[in-house]
Every structure is written in C-alpha cells, then in structure tokens.
C-alpha cells in the first residue's frame, strides 16, 4: 500500500531542540523564554525558513530586536553556537537506507534555510534521500499544505501511498489531511519502527 516515506529533517533525522539549548546555556527560565521569543521563536527565524531572507539580514533584525529589550549579549551566543545543536542520528540515517534497501522511495521535507541545509548535508545526509523539498527553495513554510503538494507534485507522489513522519503535531495533522498516513516522532527510533509496523513497513 505505501510505497513512500517522507521526513522531517530537525527533530527526526537531526537532533534539534532549541530550548534545552538555551535553558543550559544561561540556566534561567526568565531569559531562555525571552531569548527564544528573539531567535527561535521570532518571526524573523521563519523568514530564514522560508528563504525570505539571507542569514545576515535574519541575524542582525534579530540582533536589532534584542537591543530594544537589552540582551544583545545573549542573542548573540545564541546565534553564534546554535548550530552546535544539530547531531545527525545515525539510527535514523539507517533506518532511512533500510528502507531504501526493502523498495521504498524516501524523502525530506523540512522547514529550513539553506546554508543550514547544506550544513547537515555535508555532516552526512548527502545522498540519503531520494530527493526532498526545503521551505527555503519553495519559500512555504510548514504546516501550509503547499508545501506538502509541492513535493508531492515534484516527484509524482499519491498522498495515499505516503508516510510522513514529523515531531510537530501540526506538521502532522496537515500531512493527515492532505491524505498521507502519519507519524508524530515523540520517543525512540525503536518506538518509530513499531509504528511503522502498524502501517505494515516491516523491515526484516
């Protein structure tokens, strides 16, 4: 029945969790939110998501936020060292080529800015996929369901025979909608394979 398997890339294939990141950076609640509200969180990081604008345009709005509320400082750490937080799972990039091997087509499709994309192909996801869509080439961010259609229409794909897989609930629910089977990655890569299994994915 499904003969496609669709990824999030931050979050599934890659290790991305921003406020653990901030909150052991500067081990005050007060200042993780507010830093986060700034960089992560900011509308300005989905424009760099989108490719709406370059990352010297993203860091220094982002800087010019921070000066209004007084933590240049902070933001500037954050922007300098957040980077460090992207570890490839090797378990992932396994279970992908495992796939691969038992037929089955996969892909990406990730909110990201583009030298971040390129960071993480060059740490090891070059060549993994069969092909994917980023929100910074189609400049649509996730959960808006063109950027699902666009890679559905740029490799011929039928929702009905797709799997998507995302650690956002939101992401999910789109993918859902649009007709994909779909998984919120929470947990293990282990948790991950049996919930394939229910979708009949065996990969023994």
Same mark, same amino acid.
């Given at each position: 029945?499904?003969?496609?398997?669709?990824?999030?890339?931050?979050?599934?294939?890659?290790? /991305? &969790?921003?406020?653990?990141?901030? #909150?052991?950076? /500067?081990?005050?609640? &007060?200042? @993780?939110?507010?830093?986060? *509200?700034?960089? /992560?969180?900011?509308?300005?990081?989905?424009?760099?998501? %989108?490719? #709406? $604008? =370059? *990352?010297?345009?993203?860091?220094? %709005?982002?800087?010019?936020? &921070?000066? %209004? @509320?007084? $933590?240049?400082?902070?933001?500037? @750490?954050? !922007?300098?060292?957040?980077?460090?937080?992207?570890?490839?799972?090797?378990?992932?990039?396994?279970?992908?080529? *495992?796939?691969?091997?038992?037929?089955?087509?996969?892909?990406?499709?990730?909110?990201?800015?583009?030298?971040? #994309?390129? !960071?993480?192909?060059?740490?090891?996801?070059?060549?993994?996929?069969?092909?994917?869509?980023?929100?910074?080439?189609?400049?649509?961010?996730?959960?808006?369901? *063109?950027?699902?259609?666009?890679?559905?229409?740029?490799?011929?794909?039928?929702?009905?025979?797709?799997? /998507?897989?995302?650690?956002?609930? &939101?992401?999910?629910?789109?993918?859902?909608? #649009?007709?994909?089977?779909?998984?919120?990655?929470?947990?293990?890569?282990?948790?991950?394979?049996?919930? !394939? %299994?229910?979708?009949?994915? =065996?990969?023994?």
């Amino acid at each position: 029945m499904y003969k496609n398997v669709i990824f999030d890339l931050g979050g599934v294939m890659v290790d /991305f &969790a921003p406020k653990d990141f901030l #909150l052991e950076r /500067f081990c005050n609640t &007060a200042v @993780e939110e507010k830093v986060y *509200r700034l960089t /992560f969180g900011s509308k300005t990081w989905q424009q760099l998501d %989108a490719g #709406l $604008c =370059t *990352r010297s345009e993203g860091n220094h %709005a982002m800087l010019t936020a &921070a000066q %209004a @509320e007084h $933590c240049v400082f902070e933001v500037q @750490e954050v !922007l300098e060292n957040w980077t460090s937080i992207l570890h490839l799972r090797r378990r992932m990039v396994e279970l992908v080529r *495992r796939l691969k091997n038992h037929g089955y087509c996969v892909y990406y499709l990730s909110n990201i800015p583009e030298d971040t #994309l390129n !960071l993480l192909m060059s740490r090891g996801l070059e060549g993994v996929f069969d092909g994917g869509v980023a929100s910074c080439h189609v400049h649509i961010n996730k959960p808006d369901p *063109r950027i699902y259609k666009c890679l559905l229409d740029q490799y011929g794909l039928n929702a009905s025979e797709c799997i /998507f897989i995302d650690d956002s609930r &939101a992401n999910v629910q789109t993918a859902f909608q #649009l007709g994909m089977n779909s998984i919120q990655m929470k947990d293990s890569v282990d948790t991950l394979v049996r919930s !394939l %299994a229910t979708c009949n994915v =065996t990969l023994r």
